[in-house]
């Protein structure tokens, strides 16, 4: 199985940016935590990250036909991107939504996901394991 797993904005300030919210635990090693899962499960993974919503659209676009599953945290554009919504509808392929924190018992405007209208599952405020929770739910689900 080959997953693609994509973060959004502010995700490579991860250990710096609001650590009571995010944890402590930094982008690269939330990188290496997921390159070691994938390992360990036999999954093919590629991680991307970028802070530009039109880079993780293309991204997605470029997915079609070369993955069988997307691990998505995009981050503040959950709550504003109809353009992401619209590239995972057009590749259709099955995506899990994930936060590390519980975005749905923070600011109103956090409880918002225009994405979660095309992700198979939503995970969030499991931290960074959620990353690899999401891996198994594709790969469960969706490994053929």
Do not use: W
Not at 77 to 93: G, M, P
């Amino acid at each position: 199985m080959k997953i693609l797993v994509i973060n959004g904005p502010n995700l490579n300030m991860l250990g710096i940016r609001e650590p009571d919210i995010y944890g402590k635990t930094t982008y690269a090693a939330l990188v290496a935590l997921i390159e070691e899962y994938a390992q360990k499960t036999n999954i093919e993974v590629e991680q991307y990250q970028s802070n530009h919503e039109g880079d993780l659209v293309d991204k997605i676009q470029d997915a079609y036909g070369k993955f069988d599953g997307i691990v998505i945290n995009p981050g503040a554009y959950t709550h504003t991107s109809v353009a992401i919504l619209d590239a995972l509808k057009a590749v259709a392929i099955p995506a899990v939504e994930v936060h590390i924190s519980e975005v749905d018992k923070r600011e109103k405007f956090r409880q918002i996901s225009y994405v979660r209208l095309a992700c198979v599952a939503t995970i969030t405020g499991h931290g960074v394991d959620g990353y690899t929770e999401a891996m198994d739910l594709l790969r469960e689900k969706y490994e053929g």
